[in-house]
């Protein structure tokens, strides 16, 4: 049975996560795909592809990415390369408090370069992308012209 896992599953936008997919077959390749929907609606995602060590596993950040989105050895690829599917957008977190980011991460059986609805992960699991710690104050800033926002330590 194919697993594939984030640790931590929850974690602030700027720390490093690790992937591992577990239970492929020797030396199969497969497409890790992330993507999320933004506050918008609009889809982002990136994908890379990776052959299967000799225990059945992949970990990008022991493994070269063969191609896709990005190629070699990144371990937060996944999420830093996330493209718009609507050209010329940006990926903004405006509600950076109120909730996270869900990356969804999947597991498709060999190359896949589209994104075909009837096709089926081996499997998936889900990242949440915080921007704002626990406990953290955001305190909204308006002198004269300046707008901002601090944001206080609990």
């Given amino acids: 049975m ?19 997919v577990r239970g492929l077959s020797p030396s199969q390749l497969v497409t890790l795909r992330a993507w999320l929907k933004d506050e918008q609606g609009e889809c982002f995602q990136s994908r890379a592809f990776f052959r299967a060590d000799g225990a059945g596993e992949v970990d990008p950040g022991l ?7 990005y190629s070699g050895v990144w371990p937060m690829g996944l999420f830093w390369f996330l493209q718009p599917d609507t050209l010329f957008r940006r990926l903004v977190k405006r509600d950076v408090a109120g909730s996270p980011f869900r ?7 060999g190359l896949s370069l589209g994104a075909d609805p009837r096709e089926q992960p081996l499997a998936c699991c889900e990242a949440e992308r915080w921007y704002v710690g626990p406990g953290v104050q955001r305190v ?11 944001f206080l330590p609990p």
Avoid at 63 to 69: F, V
Avoid at 103 to 109: A, F, P, S
Avoid at 141 to 150: F, I, Q, T
């Fill in 103 to 109: 990356v969804r991460l999947e597991v498709l059986d």
């Fill in 2 to 20: 194919v697993e594939v896992t984030v640790t931590p599953q929850s974690s602030l936008a700027d720390r490093p996560v690790q992937i591992r």
């Fill in 140 to 150: 909204p800033v308006r002198e004269g012209r300046v707008r901002g926002a601090l």
């Fill in 63 to 69: 493994h070269a990415a063969l191609g896709g989105s």
